[in-house]
C-alpha cells in the first residue's frame, strides 16, 4: 500500500488532492440532500394520520389523490398566476434597474444600490407582516388614498380575491427585484466597456446596444436569474402563510403553504403532504430543464 | 490597516454573538434532557412545561409550581415559553418522528386541536383517567374535548366558555339596554346590530373572514356539528347546518357583522372602538380590559341563540384548553400528583391565580368561592367570574371531530363564496365534498 502510494504521479497526486478535497461536502450533499430526497418519496408512497404510517395500495394512491383535491388544484392555479405575472415583472424591472445603476457617470451609487438591495435584507415573514398592515383595511395605503379622496372609504385589499392576489404580486416585486439586480449588475461590469465602444462608433442607439450586446451577454445571467426565481416562486410560503392566510376562500394559497397545513394545521398526513412535495420538485425540474435547453448556445 | 483591524474585530464580535445563540440553543436542550433523564434515577423531581402567555397560563403554572413546592421542597418546574401554534407543530415533529425524547413532561394544548393529536399520535399521551381527579367537577362539554373511549387524556384548565361582550354607553345612544340583548335570537340580534350600526357607525360582532370562529359557535351552541355522531362529513342535509349558515351569510349581507382578514385585525376593531360588541370566548376579557378609557363601559350576557331549533341553547365555549402529560414524562406519578393537588382539585389554587391572571377555572367549585363572586370593577360592577363559570355549565356537548379545522375551513370558504354569489347548495356542496375528500386518506 505504502510503496504504491509513493509511486503516485503528480497528475494522480493532484488528482487524489480533490477527490479528498470534494469528499466532505459531497458526503454532506447526500446526507442531507439526496437521502431526505428518497425517504421523501418512500414516505410519499405511504398513507395515514400521524404515526399510523402504512404503503399505500395501490402505491401510487397519493399521487392519484392529488389530481381530485380541488383545494391543492387551485394552489397549483394560484402559483402558476405568482410566477407567469411575477417574474416576468421583476426581471424587467430588475435589469433595467442594473442597466441604470450601471452608468458610469452617475453619482452616489453605492447609496442606490444599497438601497434597491436592501428590501432583500428583511426577513421574510417580517416584510410579510409590514404588508399586510400597509394594506390593512386602516392601513397606510387606504388612508392615503382616503385623504387623497382617490376612494371614500377604506377597501379591503386582502379580503377580496383579485386584489389579494395583486398585493401579493406586488410584495414579491419589492422584496426580489433589488436581490435579482445584482446578478445583473455583476453580469454587466463583466462586459467590457470597449465592446459598447464600439457600438457607439457603429452608430448603434441605447435600445439597440442594449438588445444587441446587453441581453446576449447577460443571457448565462439571465438565465440563472430566471431558474432560481421559478425555483422561489413555485415554493412560494411565507408570503401566502403571512401576508393572506392563504385567504380568502383558497384565493392565495400557495402549492407549499398547502403542503404545510396538511402536516401541522389539519389532521397530519404526511404520506400525502410528501407526494405533493414531490410533485413541485418535479415541475421546479422539469421548468429549469426547459429553461436551460431553451438557453442553451452551444449547437 | 485600521480597516483590517476593524472588519476583524466585528467579523469576531458575529461569531461570538452566533455562538452565544448556539450555546443557549444547548442549555435549553441540555434542561429539556435532563429533566428526562433525571425521571428516573437521581430524585426526578423536575418537570418542564410548554406552555404560551406569560401573563396567564405561565403564570398560573409559575403559581402552581410554588403551591406544590410548600410540601414538595425538592420540587422544581421550568416553564418553556411555546407559543400555542408552536406547540402543535412542536408536537407534530417529535410525534410523527417516533421520537418522544424531546418532548415536555407537561404540554398545554388548544382543546379544539386535542382530537386530532389523540387520533394521529395515540401512544404520545398518558391516561389519567385513574390519577384522582373528581372529573364531576368539571363541566361535561369541557371534559369531553379530551376525552377518547371514555378515557381522560388531560386536566381542564383555561375555560373556553363564551359571552358577549357590549359597550352599553354605544347601546344606549342607540336606544338599547343590555337587557335587550340577552337570551335572544340571532335575528333579533341582526335587527338590532343593522340598527346600531346605523345610529352610531359601530358594529356588535367581528369576525375572520377566513377560519372565523363565530360560524362554530353558532352550530355547536346547538349541539351539534358539521359531522355526524360517526364523525362523517355532515354539511348537505344538515337543517342546523345550513339554519346557522343562513343566519350568518344574512348578517354578512345585511352588514351586521364586520368581516376583518386577520387576528390583528379583529383586535384592533375592538381597541380602536369601532366594535361596540365582542362574541368569543372569555378570554377576549384581557384584551378588552386592556383598553383603560372603556372602563365601566362593557358588559357581558349570553350569546344569541340560532332561530328555529330545538336544541338552541344561548351558550357555547371556543377555545379554552387543557393541560397533557406526554409519554416522555418519566415520573409520570409526580406530574399527576402535582396537576391533581393544583389545577385539579385545589379552590385555594383557583382563588390565588384569578386575581393575577384573571383566568376562569372550568374546576366548577371555584365558581362558588368568594373571589369570583367580587364584582368587576371594569363591567361596571358586574360579578363575570361567576356569571362565566355559571355559563359554562350550561353549554350543550356535541360531536367532536379531529377535522375540527378542516370543517371550519371548508365551511367558512362556502360562506366566502355564498356572500360573493355562488349558489348555497352549489357552495354547500362543494364544502361538503372537500371535508370528505380531507377525512379520507
Known amino acids: 500500500m505504502n510503496s504504491n502510494k509513493k509511486g503516485m504521479t503528480l497528475v494522480a497526486k493532484q488528482k487524489a488532492a480533490g477527490w479528498a478535497f470534494l469528499t466532505p461536502a459531497t458526503l454532506m450533499i447526500v446526507v442531507m440532500s439526496f437521502y431526505p430526497m428518497v425517504r421523501a418519496f418512500l414516505i410519499s408512497l405511504q398513507t395515514g394520520a400521524g404515526a399510523n404510517m402504512r404503503y399505500a395500495e395501490p402505491i401510487f394512491s397519493n399521487y392519484q389523490r392529488m389530481m381530485a383535491d380541488k383545494v391543492f388544484i387551485k394552489s397549483i392555479g394560484n402559483t402558476f398566476l405568482y410566477l407567469l405575472i411575477q417574474v416576468p415583472i421583476m426581471l424587467i424591472l430588475a435589469i433595467l434597474l442594473a442597466q441604470l445603476l450601471n452608468n458610469k457617470d452617475l453619482k452616489f451609487k453605492g447609496l442606490f444600490r444599497t438601497c434597491v438591495f436592501l428590501p432583500c435584507a428583511t426577513s421574510l415573514v417580517s416584510y410579510a407582516l409590514i404588508f399586510r398592515s400597509l394594506f390593512a383595511q386602516e392601513g397606510l ?159 | 490597516m485600521k480597516r483590517k483591524l476593524l472588519s476583524v474585530l466585528l467579523a469576531g464580535a458575529m461569531v461570538l454573538s452566533l455562538a452565544a445563540c448556539g450555546n443557549s440553543g444547548t442549555s435549553d436542550g441540555g434542561s429539556d434532557g435532563g429533566s428526562s433523564e433525571g425521571g428516573g434515577s437521581e430524585g426526578g423531581n423536575k418537570l418542564t412545561v410548554w406552555a404560551w402567555d406569560q401573563t396567564f397560563n405561565i403564570k398560573a403554572m409559575n403559581m402552581a409550581a410554588e403551591q406544590y413546592k410548600k410540601d414538595h421542597s425538592d420540587f422544581d418546574l421550568e416553564v418553556i415559553e411555546t407559543s400555542s401554534d408552536d406547540c402543535q407543530t412542536k408536537l407534530t415533529t417529535c410525534a410523527n418522528s417516533g421520537d418522544y425524547s424531546t418532548m415536555p413532561d407537561i404540554v398545554l394544548m388548544q382543546d379544539n386541536s386535542y382530537q386530532k393529536f389523540l387520533k394521529s399520535y395515540p401512544d404520545a399521551f398518558t ?32 375555560n373556553g366558555v363564551c359571552a358577549a361582550f357590549y359597550r352599553t354607553d354605544v347601546l344606549d345612544e342607540a336606544g338599547y339596554k343590555i337587557e335587550d340583548l340577552t337570551d335572544i335570537t340571532w335575528s333579533k340580534f341582526t335587527e338590532i346590530a343593522v340598527d346600531v350600526h346605523k345610529k352610531t357607525g359601530k358594529y356588535l360582532l367581528t369576525s375572520e373572514s377566513t377560519g372565523g370562529d363565530v360560524i362554530m359557535l353558532m352550530i355547536q351552541s346547538c349541539g351539534a356539528n358539521f359531522v355526524n355522531e360517526n364523525g362523517e362529513a355532515y354539511i348537505v342535509g344538515n337543517d342546523v347546518a345550513e339554519k346557522c349558515i343562513d343566519l350568518y351569510t344574512e348578517m354578512i349581507k345585511q352588514d351586521a357583522v364586520k368581516l376583518v382578514n386577520n387576528w390583528d385585525e379583529y383586535v384592533a376593531t375592538v381597541t380602536n372602538g369601532e366594535a361596540a360588541g365582542v362574541i368569543n370566548g372569555n378570554w377576549m376579557n384581557a384584551t378588552i380590559t386592556g383598553i383603560e378609557d372603556q372602563k365601566g363601559n362593557w358588559q357581558i350576557t349570553t350569546l344569541p341563540k340560532v332561530d328555529g331549533v330545538d336544541t338552541a341553547t344561548n351558550y357555547a365555549n371556543n377555545g379554552g384548553s387543557s393541560w397533557y402529560i406526554t409519554s416522555n414524562c418519566k415520573n409520570p406519578d409526580l406530574a399527576k400528583d402535582f396537576l391533581v393537588n393544583t389545577f385539579g382539585s385545589s379552590t385555594d389554587f383557583y382563588d390565588a391565580i384569578l386575581p393575577e391572571t384573571s383566568g376562569i377555572a372550568c374546576y366548577l367549585p371555584a365558581g362558588e368561592s368568594e373571589v369570583y363572586n367580587e364584582p368587576v370593577e371594569f363591567y361596571g360592577g358586574q360579578p363575570i367570574y361567576s356569571t362565566l363559570v355559571e355559563y359554562s355549565s350550561h353549554i350543550p356537548e356535541f360531536t367532536k371531530t379531529p377535522y375540527h379545522y378542516e370543517a371550519r375551513e371548508a365551511v367558512n370558504t362556502a360562506i366566502v363564496n355564498i356572500t360573493n354569489g355562488t349558489a348555497k347548495e352549489d357552495a354547500l356542496k362543494e364544502a361538503q365534498e372537500t371535508l370528505e375528500f380531507k377525512m379520507s386518506e
Not at chain 1, 195 to 211: L, Q, R, S
Not at chain 1, 275 to 291: P, Q, T
Request: proline share 3%; with cysteine; hydrophobic share 45%.
Open chain 1, 141 to 299: 395605503i387606504n388612508s392615503i388614498l382616503v385623504k387623497l379622496h382617490i376612494l371614500e372609504s377604506g377597501y379591503n385589499f386582502l379580503g377580496n380575491a383579485a386584489s389579494a392576489k395583486v398585493v401579493i404580486i406586488i410584495a414579491l416585486v419589492w422584496r426580489w427585484t433589488g436581490y435579482n439586480m445584482v446578478f445583473y449588475l455583476s453580469g454587466l461590469q463583466n462586459i467590457e466597456y470597449s465592446v459598447y465602444e464600439a457600438a457607439k462608433i457603429d452608430g448603434a442607439n441605447g435600445w439597440k446596444t442594449f438588445w444587441g450586446i446587453t441581453v446576449p451577454l447577460l443571457k448565462p445571467t439571465i438565465i440563472m436569474t430566471f431558474i432560481m426565481s421559478i425555483n422561489g416562486t413555485l415554493q412560494l410560503f411565507d408570503e401566502s402563510v403571512n401576508l393572506t392566510k392563504g385567504g380568502p376562500a383558497n384565493a392565495t394559497i400557495t402549492m407549499s403553504h398547502y403542503v404545510y397545513n396538511t402536516c401541522f394545521i389539519n389532521v397530519p398526513n404526511f404520506g400525502y403532504a410528501s407526494a405533493m412535495a414531490f410533485l413541485i420538485f418535479i415541475m421546479v425540474a422539469i421548468l429549469a430543464f426547459i429553461n436551460l435547453k431553451v438557453g442553451d448556445t452551444r449547437d
Open chain 2, 127 to 158: 391516561d389519567l383517567t385513574d390519577c384522582g381527579v373528581n372529573w364531576d367537577d368539571f363541566a361535561a362539554l369541557k371534559q369531553s374535548y379530551s376525552m377518547a373511549d371514555d378515557k381522560h387524556y388531560g386536566i381542564p384548565y383555561d
